[in-house]
């Protein structure tokens, strides 16, 4: 981790990384909330037409004439996809399967023209395709730094429209807001997230960059404010460490291991949060079940009382266990609400407390 600080490489790559991190969790919210997880991978897609387009008419490889075309690039994909969806029978994800394959196709094709004829002076190109982190260097960090902290600020200032949109479209289309508009803003914004990542990431990754976050901090909460910081938090701790541990010597390429520590992250809030998580709903159910067996154990000890009028009255603790399958732990079930204080054990066997008796009387008004 020392290297961290000490080598200009390793910071610049670990600073970008947290930049898209940040940027593309926090964005990438509104994406997974509304079901538009597959737009950033048609955006991503679409964007490396833009890319050889922008070499073409600039000569140009520096990184904001190419972020342009990109974006150019990824805006006409999405605006053509809406635009079509709305105007035919064509449904959205069949367009975007469509427009994905149609834009990467188109541009592998220019990457290949380009190739053949400008030589050597295209070289870095094809770095879009799964990206090149370690090439970062100043520049970069601050071309992705700019348009990414300008699209946050756009999304903290359009906060309540953006949450309309998310949660109830209809409802902002009725206090007279145009919903419509934005829509082409968030759409706007998610392209620029996904823009800023082409180089460290790449076209191919960069979806998982939008979806990953988004679903790992979707695990731990209900808030959309605390969402959007948890996304983008995993966000910049997936960047982070993907590019140290691409740095440790091992050869391999940082945008894969961002996105596998993303991925990991992701694993880790599907079986560890407290309210969605496996684990949690597992333990949950184990709670439940056990409660409603010690719960139908203190009626049973209630409907014996009954039947000889005295409800606290002691019975054996067979006569609780016929009453239940064989199976079932009636001696521990008991055992545990002697704990609790709701039964005590007496000289015939077990009875009611009268906090047992009252509980009793509650669950059979519940039950009925």
């Not at 833009?50 to 994909?77: D, E, Q, Y």
């Not at 960059?209 to 790992?216: K, Q, S």
Request: charged share 15%.
């Amino acid at each position: 981790m020392e290297h961290l600080f000490s080598d200009y490489t390793l910071r610049m790559v670990a600073l970008g990384s947290a930049v898209l991190g940040l940027v593309s969790g926090g964005l990438g919210t509104y994406a997974v909330l509304r079901g538009q997880s597959l737009l950033g991978d048609a955006i991503s897609h679409a964007a490396l037409p833009g890319v050889a387009l922008a070499f073409l008419l600039t000569g140009s490889k520096t990184p904001l004439a190419l972020m342009i075309g990109a974006a150019l690039a990824g805006w006409l994909a999405t605006l053509w996809i809406l635009s079509v969806t709305e105007t035919t029978r064509i449904k959205y994800d069949s367009m975007l399967a469509l427009t994905l394959s149609v834009f990467f196709g188109a541009g592998l094709v220019l990457l290949t023209w380009i190739r053949q004829r400008a030589g050597a002076s295209q070289a870095g190109l094809d770095t879009f395709l799964f990206g090149q982190a370690s090439s970062l260097v100043w520049r970069d960090v601050v071309a992705m730094a700019i348009p990414g902290g300008g699209a946050l600020a756009l999304m903290l200032l359009f906060w309540k429209e953006l949450k309309l949109l998310a949660f109830d479209p209809e409802y902002g289309r009725t206090m007279g807001l145009p919903m419509r508009r934005v829509d082409l803003l968030l759409t706007a914004l998610l392209v620029v997230a996904i823009v800023i990542g082409l180089q460290t990431v790449g076209v191919v990754l960069m979806s998982a960059m939008i979806v990953a976050p988004a679903a790992a901090g979707r695990q731990w909460t209900d808030a959309l404010w605390k969402m959007v910081l948890l996304s983008a938090g995993f966000g910049a701790a997936g960047g982070v460490t993907g590019a140290v541990l691409s740095s440790l010597e091992t050869g391999l390429p940082t945008g894969p291991l961002i996105v596998l520590c993303m991925g990991a992250i992701v694993a880790a809030s599907l079986f560890f949060a407290p309210n969605r998580g496996l684990l949690g709903q597992r333990l949950r159910r184990r709670r439940n079940a056990g409660r409603f067996q010690r719960e139908t154990v203190l009626l049973d000890l209630y409907a014996l009382g009954m039947q000889h009028a005295d409800p606290l009255r002691p019975h054996p603790q067979g006569a609780v266990q016929a009453m239940r399958a064989k199976d079932i732990p009636v001696d521990r079930l008991l055992m545990r609400l002697n704990k609790e204080g709701l039964v005590r054990r007496a000289a015939g066997g077990w009875g009611l407390t009268d906090a047992g008796l009252r509980h009793a009387e509650t669950l059979q008004k519940e039950r009925r």
